[in-house]
């Protein structure tokens, strides 16, 4: 996690030094007062692909054996039980706002996305555990299997057909980063390859990772106002969850998986007069 962190504020730097850079310019590259800010709100369908799909259907509903005390012997015992989760669905929705700037044809904005939760909700409070050294059944606590994810990518378009046209496509690319968090069925004991015992609790637990995006829009443009109908693909190969700061990857976890995703969605876009379209409107 300590590396994720450092790309992220790695990834931030060069951001903001990059787009510093760009606006101080006094050099002609390109004329300030023609930038034009936007903002856009959106929202997509978002088809899993299979190992995405397997990944998170095997790892927030993973029936993990449980090391906790007998209530007779008072031992540290392992207990092991069964329940029932329904799966998660192959697709979610996607929810996206972007702040960015236009100029000319050419267009920037920071993507950030996040998607609702999807919950498999507990059959009941507490499930029955068995102890595999005693046999002794006793209570153990059950929770929602829970699973979201967010992030933000940089990305970078430009308009097919003109600056003003009413009709234009705009293809776009974009690299930024994402999370995904997990909630589990219950409390469960996980064994490091050094065969020491890892237990999880009542709390999510995250991983993070690049991601690369690639999309089209199609849009129909009345300035300011543009409504846009887009799809694409995101790339994201996720790294190995950490619990309570121990790395889960022994088998059956396999937790250094694809987070790969296709999206269609809509979006409408306001963008603001640049400097020099309120000097013009101020002369009128």
Not at 5 to 14: D, G, M, P, Q, R
Not at 179 to 202: K, M, Q
Request: charged content about 20%; proline content about 2%.
């Amino acid at each position: 996690m300590k590396t994720k962190i450092v790309y992220l504020v790695s990834l931030l730097c060069a951001l903001t030094f990059a787009t510093s850079a760009f606006a101080d310019s006094e050099n002609g590259f390109y004329e300030k007062n023609h930038v034009r800010g936007f903002i856009s709100v959106g929202a997509d369908y978002r088809g899993m692909f299979g190992d995405f799909h397997n990944y998170v259907n095997t790892i927030a509903r993973y029936n993990g054996r449980i090391v906790m005390e007998n209530q007779k012997t008072h031992a540290e015992e392992t207990y092991h039980g069964s329940f029932e989760y329904a799966e998660f669905y192959d697709y979610y929705l996607g929810l996206h706002m972007n702040i960015g700037a236009q100029y000319k044809q050419f267009l920037t904005w920071f993507n950030i996305n996040a998607m609702p939760t999807q919950i498999s909700e507990r059959p009941s409070k507490t499930y029955n555990v068995t102890s595999i050294e005693s046999g002794d059944v006793q209570k153990a606590p059950l929770f929602d299997v829970k699973w979201f994810t967010y992030g933000v990518d940089w990305m970078f378009g430009w308009k097919l057909f003109g600056e003003n046209t009413v009709i234009n496509l705009i293809p776009a690319v974009g690299v930024g980063f994402n999370l995904i968090n997990f909630h589990f069925a219950s409390l469960f004991t996980f064994v490091e390859e050094s065969g020491n015992f890892v237990n999880a609790r009542d709390r999510y637990y995250s991983t993070m990772d690049a991601t690369v995006t690639g999309e089209l829009e199609l849009r129909l443009e009345i300035n300011p106002i543009a409504i846009g109908i887009y799809g694409g693909y995101r790339h994201v190969d996720y790294s190995d969850i950490e619990i309570e700061e121990h790395v889960l990857v022994n088998k059956p976890y396999d937790t250094d998986n694809s987070g790969d995703t296709w999206f269609v969605g809509v979006r409408a876009t306001w963008t603001f007069k640049s400097d020099w379209q309120r000097k013009q409107a101020d002369k009128l």
